[in-house]
């Protein structure tokens, strides 16, 4: 059953993510990612509001956990429980394990798209 709440949640996050990008591609234009990037802060923005009340300010079932962030907000951006899961690690004073989760998330993901493209490119995809 977790699942299909995931699934739902996941539903609504992607169609709102893909609605948002027209939005912005309509109002700024394609020559710049803006639909992406007010997707990315907008997710950051809603994990943190949504993780807080769900784990320090209530007590949740963990139900609302899997529709909202893994669903919904996994559906609308990974950049939202990249940014929570960052500023966690350094809460907890783990400023190496940010630090490597920071940069190597970016450094590596820039590489790890190039890598792709290199590929897909190479194989004539």
């Keep these: 059953m977790e699942y299909l709440w995931v699934g739902i949640g996941g539903f609504f996050g992607a169609n709102a993510r893909y609605a948002m990008t027209r939005l912005a591609?309509?109002?700024?234009?394609?020559?710049y990612p803006w639909g992406t990037f007010l997707i990315n802060l907008a997710g950051a923005f809603l994990i943190g509001v949504v993780l807080t009340i769900i784990t320090d300010r209530a007590i949740a079932d963990p139900?609302?956990?899997?529709?909202?962030?893994?669903?919904?907000?996994?559906?609308?951006?990974?950049?939202?429980?990249?940014?929570?899961?960052?500023?966690?690690?350094?809460?907890?004073?783990?400023?190496?394990?940010?630090?490597?989760?920071?940069?190597?998330?970016?450094?590596?993901?820039?590489?790890?798209c190039l890598a792709g493209i290199g590929l897909a490119r190479s194989l004539g995809l």
């Design 63 to 112: 139900f609302w956990r899997q529709v909202i962030v893994v669903g919904f907000l996994g559906g609308f951006t990974t950049f939202s429980a990249y940014t929570f899961e960052a500023i966690a690690l350094a809460q907890r004073g783990d400023w190496g394990a940010a630090g490597f989760y920071v940069l190597g998330s970016n450094v590596l993901g820039l590489v790890a």
């Design 25 to 31: 591609v309509d109002r700024f234009g394609p020559n």
